[in-house]
């Protein structure tokens, strides 16, 4: 069996916290859930459960799963990039915005990424595993995202990182 076919016990409080977030996106209010702690235990098979509520919540379609890459860290704006290359894949060609292409600029993938997200025109929730591995220009691209009347629709970001002091991070 899998992670996902194993039962999951052991969380119903956290799962709480992310129902309680989902009908707030369902009410018109995003915001921002962290899940974090220490490598192995059980951040990423919370992020599905997670994913698997929010999906019954606002529509699989409004939810983007998203992970950091280790390789991500080293490289500014990679993060991002990746994020809204991966959201521009929903869009035509011909709405997609220039700045995901080589060696895009913050406010150009911030830009990027506000049109890929109010493209959605609902409620979206993003979930991000491991975003301690993004480097510092696309947390803050990504924070950015979440300031009140950036975005036309609500947008909730749950994310996995892993603690400083408890592993590689």
Known sequence: DGPAELPFLGRDRELAAIGRAADRLRAGLGGLVTIDGAAGLGRS?????????????????????????????????FAACRLARLLARGQRPAERHPAVGY??????????LVDALDHEAAPTALLIDDLHWADPASLAVLSSLLQPGVLAHPLLVVATRR??????A
């Open 45 to 77: 098979r919370l992020l599905v459960e997670a994913g698997s509520l929010l999906d019954d919540a606002v529509g699989a379609e409004w939810v983007v799963r998203f992970g950091s890459l280790p390789s991500d860290r080293g490289l500014p704006l």
């Open 103 to 112: 060696e895009p600029s913050a406010p150009a993938l911030y830009h990027a």
């Open 163 to 168: 603690l400083r002091g408890t592993g590689e």
